[in-house]
């Protein structure tokens, strides 16, 4: 395999892979402005963490499950074909060169990838997870569940096989993560949401839902921007690596990206807008951070118009979806993580199949015309992701929080996941109130 010295492409996705980061430190900001000012502290404390787990995690077993098209994998004969189920390589990167060439970028960019993965379920977490079992959490979702659906996705496995075993397209095509990295992520967040249960005085006696704003929004508009420029590299690298995407496709990628999110914004500034007299800060956030979710899964393969078309739905999207799991499934999810990953997301993978124009492969192994059937690849994809991953995802979570507790005593919500957990709080010079204040 090429290096990236010797290969100036794999050079500049190497350069796209390092930008990633900076996605990750948005969704830590804007999951702590969303959040209350007394666990600000715990919230990127937590974030801290979580990357350092899911990067040991990652480097143990995780990319050697995830593995990549040409390594050692686990394979099934079912009905005559092939179909590869997990990674077979070695632990702990062994025998794996890291030199730049693309199986080397793929493990840096799915170190990365996975820590994107598993801040996601922070925001849903917010004001009451726990954080040593939040790094439990992160441990099994770096090292298990996300490998796993990251090898049926980008290692070759049975996902993106449908195109050549049954003719589908090219297969399950996610460029950035849509799927692999937002919605796995944003279906941990409702595992985690629906095991923890609501925050205290999140919804009344009756059962009606009650706003607890987030404290800084300051830090939330800026995390989406900080976010911004880590997804222009997500998607990019994505693209190159996982698709075979030449580099000066990039600004295409960065067009469709940025069209996705400014969209979605906009759209979710409109309809709080409309219905409440005043654009809403916090769902404008969520719209935004759902454009970019959505971009990841087609943003290689469309027009710049049908990137803001895919954008305008994903800020319908989620923004109702952040008052239908609040108010119909009493769901608490103070960052709006399962609307903005979860359902951007899923929006993301379905749009791959009714927008995008991808390549099919012909025998000898070149382009040929436009796929066909890339819709029920993408299709069988969700189901997957609705059917397999959010079960797996929640049982996991459940056996953690049968071991040791998730939510943290009703003391450390009351007082603070800063004083309760770290003896400090973020903001020692400022009054940081109590939930009294909402009482009155």
């Known amino acids: ?27 830590a900001l804007v999951n702590t402005g969303l959040g209350r000012s007394r666990s600000a502290a715990h919230s990127m404390m937590s974030s801290v963490c979580v990357l350092g787990v899911a990067a040991l995690a990652y480097f143990v077993c995780g990319f050697a499950w995830q593995g990549f098209a040409g390594l050692p994998s686990h394979v099934a004969s079912i009905g005559g074909k092939p179909w590869g189920w997990l990674g077979g390589g070695p632990f702990l990167f062994r025998h794996q060169p890291l030199d730049g060439s693309p199986a080397s970028l793929v493990a840096l960019l799915g170190m990365f990838s996975v820590g994107l993965a598993a801040l996601i379920p922070l925001g849903s977490g917010a004001d009451r997870w ?9 441990a099994v979702l ?12 980008w290692g070759g496995g049975w996902l993106a096989q449908l195109g050549v075993n049954y003719g589908l397209g090219r297969g399950f095509v996610d460029t950035g993560g849509a799927g692999t990295i937002q919605a796995v992520g944003g279906l941990t967040a409702l595992s985690i949401a629906w095991l923890l249960g609501a925050r205290h005085g999140k919804y009344t ?5 009650t706003a607890i ?22 998607n990019s690298a994505g693209a190159i690596l996982y698709n075979g995407a030449e580099p000066g496709q990039a600004v295409l990628v960065a067009i469709n990206t940025i069209l996705c999110a400014a969209t979605s914004a906009l759209t979710s500034a409109v309809i709080t807008n409309v219905r409440f007299g005043k654009p809403d800060a916090s769902l404008t956030a969520n719209g935004w951070i759902g454009g970019l979710a959505a971009s990841s899964g087609a943003c290689a393969f469309i027009h710049p118009a049908e990137a803001a078309t895919i954008g305008l739905i994903a800020g319908i999207l989620v923004t109702f979806s952040v008052e239908w799991f609040e ?21 993301g993978v379905l749009a791959v199949g009714l927008f995008a124009r991808i390549p099919a ?4 192994g070149m382009p040929a015309s436009v796929a066909t059937g890339q819709w029920l ?6 189901a997957t992701l609705i059917g397999l991953v959010l079960p797996l995802t929640y049982g996991l979570n459940w056996l953690i929080d049968r071991i040791s507790p998730q939510r943290v005593a009703a003391e450390g919500e009351n007082q603070g996941m800063d004083l309760y957990e770290l003896g400090a709080g973020a903001y020692p010079e400022f009054i940081v109130h109590s939930d009294e204040f909402m009482e009155r």
């Open 1 to 27: 395999m090429p290096a990236a010295g010797s290969n100036p492409g794999l050079l500049i996705c190497l350069v796209f892979i390092l930008l990633v980061p900076c996605a990750a430190a948005g969704l």
């Open 130 to 138: 726990r954080l040593a079992t939040c790094c439990a959490s992160t």
């Open 142 to 153: 770096a090292g298990w569940t996300f490998p796993l659906f990251a090898h049926w996705v």
């Open 205 to 209: 006696r009756e059962g009606l839902p």
């Open 213 to 234: 704003p987030g404290h800084n929004g300051v830090l939330v508009m800026f995390g989406c921007l900080v976010a911004l420029l880590g997804w222009l590299g997500l």
């Open 327 to 347: 108010l119909h499934l009493a769901v608490d999810d103070p960052g709006g993580s399962i609307s903005a990953h979860a359902m951007g997301g899923l929006w």
């Open 361 to 364: 492969i012909s025998e000898s």
């Open 377 to 382: 690849a993408q299709l069988i994809g969700i």
